[in-house]
């Protein structure tokens, strides 16, 4: 607490002296810093950022005493808020929801892609779907990584279906490729598929899962509404259920 009193007596100063050399210093240093496009030092990046749902709370509370000042460092572990992860919105997942992903704030156009291309950050991704989907009630997002056969595809929309009306939760999912597929499956409407070219999300999950499948060819991530990671897992090709 004493830390965090601290750190924030400099911008504390700011609303309770109306004129001090201190105060005018940190306020110009912070319009500056915000007028050139820059962004503001974090304090605790762990925390602020980094936040996870610890399984081992005993463990978790002594690490987190002696590593408060630790920076933040994006993981695809259980617990954790997944990472910061720019990923292309495939064209037929545009068509299929129409407009509804001009809602999105976060999406960008990334240097170098044609001028339809859109993309999404996997950070909060499940509040972003339901913002495109029209949702009424938060969500839950099923990534699943992998190119998916078509019997396979089908089967586990079906499977998420069920277990969405049998929990009246929206399950939203999720296929996350490599490259763009070749063939559009007819139940694709029922799919939001995104393109991660740089193999990106498939590198942070490889470092956190103990590889266990003999011929990994699909993982399983199923995030929550809050965009934390409740759920993650490798399957072996032809083995993917819900």
Known sequence: RRLVRVAMMPLASLASL???LHANHIERNVQSILESG???PLV???FEIGFSYEHDAAQSKKEDASNDTEG???RMKVGSRLPHVALEVWKSSLLHTHHGWSVL???SHQAGATSESLFITLTDISSQLRKVLSCSTPVFTVLVLGPLSTSSLTSMRES?????RQMNI???MTNILTEAPTVVHDVSENVVTLIDSQHIVWKLLDKELSN????????IVIVRPDGHICSAKFVEEGKVSA
Not at 160 to 164: F, N
């Open 44 to 46: 605790f990046p762990k």
């Open 105 to 107: 704030e976060t999406t």
């Open 170 to 172: 929206p399950l939203v």
């Open 38 to 40: 820059g962004s503001l």
């Open 212 to 219: 266990t499948a003999q011929n990994p060819f699909n993982a």
């Open 160 to 164: 998420i279906d069920k277990v969405s």
């Open 72 to 74: 933040y460092y994006p």
């Open 18 to 20: 109306k004129s001090s």
